[in-house]
């Protein structure tokens, strides 16, 4: 991991971002949400990830997650979903996507014709409650702060409808917020 951040002890909490090469806004469809989404079921229901709080943003992701092979975990998730939107993109003609993904590869990556992810996904421990708090709410007013919605509980791309509702897209390891 090219990262000053690491997994330390795998049976911590971690709050996690990983953001798309160069800020690109890749996650503006639903089409490209869903791959996040569906990934992410898959992890907690496959790959023993434990996913506590979670934004999708139209360019970068926050979780706040365990598992007892996280640093694994993330790295498949990362590379399925790469796999993915280049399919996607390629399937629904976004051009512009893949020529920003195939100009802003970066040139140690030989085997690859495109990057979406920047390197590494930046894991700190969530070292307590007050700090879970913090980096949950930080999560959830994600899209508020961007102007994006008025209540985190409209981004649809969020726990916060987990759990102010009880619904959301995707099942959550809900925790005492």
């Known amino acids: 991991m090219r990262s000053r951040y ?26 490209f949400c869903d791959i996040i989404i569906d990934s992410l079921t898959y992890c907690r229901q496959k ?43 390629g399937e629904k003609q976004r051009m512009w996507l893949l020529n920003q993904f195939e100009f802003y590869k970066k040139n140690h990556k030989k ?7 920047q390197e590494g996904f930046h894991p700190q421990v969530v070292a307590n409650e007050d700090v879970l ?24 791309y969020s726990s916060a409808r987990n759990y102010l509702s009880g619904e959301g897209c995707i099942e959550i390891d809900q925790i005492e917020l």
């Not at 971690?14 to 798309?20: G, K, L, Q």
């Open 47 to 89: 790959k023993g990830l434990c996913l506590f709080a979670y934004v999708v943003m139209d360019n970068h992701i926050h979780l706040i997650a365990a598992s007892e092979t996280l640093s694994e975990t993330i790295r498949d998730f990362k590379s399925y979903t790469a796999r993915e939107i280049i399919r996607v993109a």
């Open 6 to 31: 690491k997994i330390v002890e795998s049976s911590n909490l971690y709050f996690i971002t990983s953001t798309i090469i160069e800020w690109i806004p890749v996650f503006t469809e639903k089409i």
């Open 133 to 156: 708090r913090q980096k949950a709410d930080y999560i959830h007013n994600n899209p508020v702060r961007r102007g994006l919605v008025e209540n985190a509980e409209r981004w649809v």
């Open 111 to 117: 085997t690859s014709e495109y990057q979406i992810w």
